[in-house]
């Protein structure tokens, strides 16, 4: 029985891992590691293992390095990583507005870094030339048109939930109120003339 399980894993090992499952498996790495929704923290962390485990002249055409060729990754990985954990520790306060501008209004200064901290995390590696890759599998049009259309669909998104949270806000008022005119009721034993008058508005 047991060899049967061996086998059927040895074949299923064979067959590879689909593209959803491979990047639930990084977004959920990342999460672990990274700890907070930070996308500058995401994408060092996740382009710093990638480089780390694969080998290639191109970004594009990268392979699994051989597991022995594997190396722990560098002293300076972790310092930017803990940086990147100090920054979000004292963002935690962030509205989403704050948030989303964090994100994805500064998409130029958050390439740079990343740049700069991958480089001095390999520093190590002077062979590693593809960290300037990543950045450059797409044109520049494609890049553009694809940041417009995700800022207009956050941008809608945006709207929706201000809108929903002032409703929920003045939902939440009203009950409050109503609350408070229970109260001023329960007490004078009669209906305030003010109670009347918001029950006639609604």
């Known amino acids: 029985m047991r060899q049967k399980e061996i086998q059927r894993f040895e074949k299923k090992s064979r067959q ?13 790495l ?10 500058e923290t995401f994408l060092f962390f996740v382009n710093g293992v990638f480089l780390n485990i694969t080998e290639g002249q191109h970004i594009n055409i990268s392979q699994l390095k051989d597991l022995e060729n594997v190396n722990v990754l560098s002293i300076e990985f972790f310092n930017h990583l803990l940086a ?30 990343i740049e700069a901290n991958l480089q001095d995390a390999f520093k190590e590696n002077p062979d590693e030339n593809r960290i300037l890759d990543i950045w450059i599998d797409l044109p520049t049009q494609v890049i553009n048109q694809f940041i417009d259309s995700h800022f207009d669909k956050m941008n809608a998104q945006l ?4 809108r929903a949270c002032r ?7 009203s009950i ?9 009721a329960t007490v004078s034993g009669s209906v305030p003339a003010t109670q009347k008058q918001y029950n006639a508005t609604v």
Request: with cysteine.
């Open 16 to 28: 590879g891992i689909d593209y959803e499952r491979l990047s639930e498996f990084f977004f959920d």
């Open 30 to 39: 990342c999460l672990s590691w990274c700890q907070h929704l930070d996308i």
């Open 84 to 113: 990147y954990r100090s920054v979000c520790e004292q963002n935690r306060t962030q509205t989403y507005n704050q948030w989303y501008l964090h994100n994805f209004q500064r998409t130029k200064d958050i390439v740079q870094r």
């Open 159 to 162: 709207l929706q939930i201000d």
């Open 167 to 173: 409703s929920t806000g003045r939902l939440v008022q």
């Open 176 to 184: 409050q109120i109503m609350e408070q005119l229970k109260k001023l």
